[in-house]
């Protein structure tokens, strides 16, 4: 990432959370139809950085990355509902727990713009 500077605009380094939330709140106004898509890698590859340079480069997108490593990766899967410490999978063995969260919270599926955890109710 040190070898593309242009490309972190300045902003390598820990972030909270809320921090990370909210980033984008004014240049995402409502009503400009916009989302956030995210995935896991569990290696950053030349490739990988090859397509994200070349897609920046068009202006087809902003792309930011976020290490789940060191402290993140020190917390047990069930400690809370973000199980994926390990960056392989959403939610990993929480899923059948955080169903059960949905279907007494949201059984009707209101919020599932998401990684979605489907009700079986």
Sequence with gaps: MLAFPELMGGELGPQSYQEIQTKWDGLTAHGAQEYLKSGFLNELTPEVIEIM????????????????????SRV????????????????????????????????????????????TV
């Design 76 to 119: 047990t899967p069930d400690a809370t509902a973000f199980a994926h410490r390990n960056v392989a999978l959403n939610y990993g063995p929480n899923y059948p727990r955080l169903v059960e969260i949905k279907n007494q919270y949201d059984p009707t599926n209101l919020f599932r713009l998401n990684a979605n955890i489907r009700p």
């Design 53 to 72: 340079v070349d897609f920046v480069n068009r202006g087809e997108t902003t792309s930011w990355c976020q290490h789940l490593g060191g402290a993140t």
